[in-house]
Nanobody, 118 residues
Framework: QVQLRESGGGLVQAGGSLRLSCVAS????????VGWYRQARGTQRELVAR???????NYAESVKGRFTISRDYAKNTVYLQMNSLKPEDTAVYYC????????????WGQGTLVTVSS
């Protein structure tokens, strides 16, 4: 079973940027869609971005134009480039394999914490 590990979180000022990485322990086949999710304290986990096997991307309205999801098959890695960060982006970010509608399929990892200061 493929396991995914998130990294790249940290503390950044509002307006700054971070790039998150999601590395698979095994091979993410070309038919697997992957999503980035986040969970802020006291809220439910939400889908932030998703990339299909064919490279089609979907974003939550709150991050459109600021976040970019991409994947590198050779490195078994999916990235989330986050620009123009806002305090409301503060959350633990997770990656997971996903259905076409963004429903997570696998077990959740530990995630990576992103904190945006105002």
């Amino acid at each position: 079973q493929v396991q995914l590990r998130e990294s790249g979180g940290g503390l950044v000022q509002a307006g700054g940027s971070l790039r998150l990485s999601c590395v698979a322990s095994g091979y993410i086949s070309s038919i697997t869609a992957v999503g980035w999710y986040r969970q802020a304290r006291g809220t439910q986990r939400e889908l932030v971005a998703r990339i299909s096997s064919g490279g089609m991307r979907n974003y939550a309205e709150s991050v459109k134009g600021r976040f970019t999801i991409s994947r590198d098959y050779a490195k078994n890695t999916v990235y989330l480039q986050m620009n123009s960060l806002k305090p409301e982006d503060t959350a633990v970010y997770y990656c997971n394999t996903a259905t076409t509608t963004g429903i997570a399929l696998g077990a959740w990892g530990q995630g990576t914490l992103v904190t945006v200061s105002s």
